[in-house]
Structure formats: structure tokens, C-alpha cells
């Protein structure tokens, strides 16, 4: 007899759970290997098979939150264990018509029940964001999404859902970075956000790196639509420690033309500087600057030799 409870789950958050019928497949020795993409995200994750699918077929895969229909990314491989961390789940067939328009039912069932969710949270004056809400292909469980800067104690919820609904609930709370990503939109560039169009895991990104490419400390215009530093400042991270190795310090003292000046600002990218002293302001490419410094070196090279 299956048993109902609710109790916390993995993520750290309350939800109602059950036993299942299915038991959790081991990991045995599959032929293929097939990585499979879901439609909410750019992330690719690696599924044992037993036939071969091209890129691009739909398929059922068990997972740990039930029965899914995912994407091919690339053919299936030939299985290597050293491409595989911890247990496998399996690829159960390739998506019938039946299961495309089982996902179209669940599609219009999660409409409803996301309303249903909305309702609910109105009414107990919960502070929370609700997001998304999907059945899984099986319609065993019911996965509600929100974002809340505090912690929600939802069991009122859950209880409330769960009456409503009759199935499993999975409440999920993601951060501002996965709601953006979730949600997409237009970045300061123009061009669609990263974090929706291609990227799969977030890196942190910190104060430091916008310091390292020198620009000014406005967290406003530094941060994206979910209100956190941007990724791109990670992104180019590495390419201006490149590009400032073994350049001076702003605000240090170099010397040019017999004169002594305070380099204040560099632009590494098109490679020009700004020197000052009491006497004048000057703009020079580095290797007008810097050809005095290497001519020195050079000599001092020839007379140790």
C-alpha cells in the first residue's frame, strides 16, 4: 500500500511525496549511451540505451522525477564507463504519437493547475513567485516552480494542492539566475541572455573581475535582469588576465622620454594609455610607451653579455 507523507526533500524544501511503483533502475551494462536535452534547459544529461537514436529523435527516459520526454543531441554512443558518472537512468523507448499528445494533455493540465497554484498562494498571502508548473509524462507528480527571497512554510499549501490535485507535488524554488534563465529576455547587448541561450551550469561571478577590467564599481549597470553581477564579466575574465600581464599598475610612476609620469588610466583592448604630471596629459599606444622600457632592456641584455 503506497504511503502518503509529506516530509522535506532533497532540495531543502517541503513536498508531498509517495512511494512509487517504479523502482530505481541500476546502472547495468547498457550497449549505448544517449544524451538527452530537456526542453527547460540547455544541459545535457546522459542516459543508458539499448538501441541506437540519431539527433533530434524524442524520447522516454526515466529520471528522478518520473517519466520525461527528452531530445537527441548528438547519435548514441558506443558505452564507455569512463564517460559515466554514478548510476545510470535508462532510455525506456523512443516518444510514440501517444506520448506527444499525452505531453499536449499534460501541457493544458499544468495551465490549469499552475491557476489552481496562483489561487492557492493568493489566498494564504504567501510570499512567493510562482513560475512555471509541469506534470511529468506519466502525470504521477506535478512540479510547481517559484522563486522567494525567504524561506515559505507552504504545508498549508501543499495540503491545499493536494486536495485539489490529486497527485504527487514537488514544490521547487530556484534563484533570480535560474528564473532569468527560465524566462529569457534581451541583455544590455541586444542580444538574447546567455544564460537562456546556451549556457548550461552558472560559474560565480564576483566584484573582482569587473575590477579586473577596470570599470566602474555602478552595480546597477553591472548587473543583469536577475539583479546579479553579469556572466559575461566571467566570460571575458580570463582573456584581460591575459591581456594585462606584465602591464604596470594604474596609478604607478613610469618614465618617458627622460620624464617621469602617473599612468592613470590603460585601455587594454585597443592598447593605449593615459599618462599625467603637473606639466601635461598624454595618450600613447603601449608600444610607444613601453618601446623605451624594452630598448633599455635590450641594452642591459648586451652588457651582461
Excluded: W
Excluded at 512567493?128 to 524561506?151: A, G, N, P, Q
Amino acid at each position: 500500500m503506497a504511503k502518503n507523507e509529506f516530509r522535506k526533500n532533497g532540495s531543502g524544501h517541503f513536498g508531498h511525496e509517495q512511494d512509487h511503483e517504479n523502482s530505481a533502475v541500476e546502472t547495468a551494462a547498457y550497449p549505448y549511451l544517449a544524451y538527452i536535452q530537456f526542453d527547460e534547459s540547455r544541459k545535457t544529461y546522459t542516459f543508458g540505451a539499448y538501441e541506437q537514436f540519431r539527433t533530434n529523435d524524442l524520447v522516454v527516459v526515466e529520471t528522478v522525477r518520473g517519466q520525461e520526454i527528452g531530445r537527441c543531441c548528438v547519435p548514441s554512443m558506443i558505452y564507455d564507463e569512463r564517460k559515466v558518472k554514478g548510476d545510470l537512468k535508462p532510455v525506456l523507448r523512443k516518444a510514440s504519437e501517444e506520448d506527444l499528445q499525452t505531453r499536449k494533455e499534460n501541457e493544458d493540465k499544468a495551465r490549469k493547475a499552475f491557476a489552481i497554484c496562483q489561487e492557492c498562494i493568493n489566498r494564504l498571502n504567501l510570499d512567493m513567485h510562482l513560475i512555471s508548473c509541469e506534470y511529468t509524462l506519466d502525470s504521477y507528480k506535478v512540479i510547481f516552480t517559484y522563486v522567494s527571497d525567504d524561506r515559505v512554510d507552504f504545508r498549508q499549501l501543499l495540503k491545499d494542492l493536494a486536495g485539489e490535485l490529486s497527485c504527487r507535488i514537488e514544490l521547487r524554488q530556484v534563484g533570480p539566475r535560474n528564473k532569468a534563465k527560465m524566462v529569457g529576455g534581451i541583455g544590455n547587448c541586444g542580444m538574447e541572455c546567455c544564460c537562456s541561450r546556451f549556457m548550461s551550469d552558472f560559474d560565480t561571478v564576483s566584484i573582482n573581475m569587473a575590477k579586473n577590467q577596470m570599470l566602474a564599481l555602478n552595480i546597477s549597470k553591472l548587473s543583469g535582469q536577475c539583479g546579479k553581477l553579469m556572466c559575461c564579466l566571467r566570460f571575458e575574465n580570463d582573456e584581460y588576465t591575459r591581456l594585462k600581464e606584465g602591464l604596470p599598475k594604474v596609478n604607478s610612476h613610469v618614465t618617458y622620454n627622460g620624464n617621469r609620469y602617473r599612468l592613470s588610466s590603460l585601455n587594454v583592448l585597443q592598447r593605449q594609455a593615459k599618462i599625467e604630471n603637473r606639466e601635461e596629459v598624454l595618450f600613447l599606444t603601449f608600444d610607444e610607451l613601453f618601446k623605451e622600457k624594452d630598448d633599455q632592456n635590450e641594452t642591459s641584455e648586451k652588457f651582461s653579455e
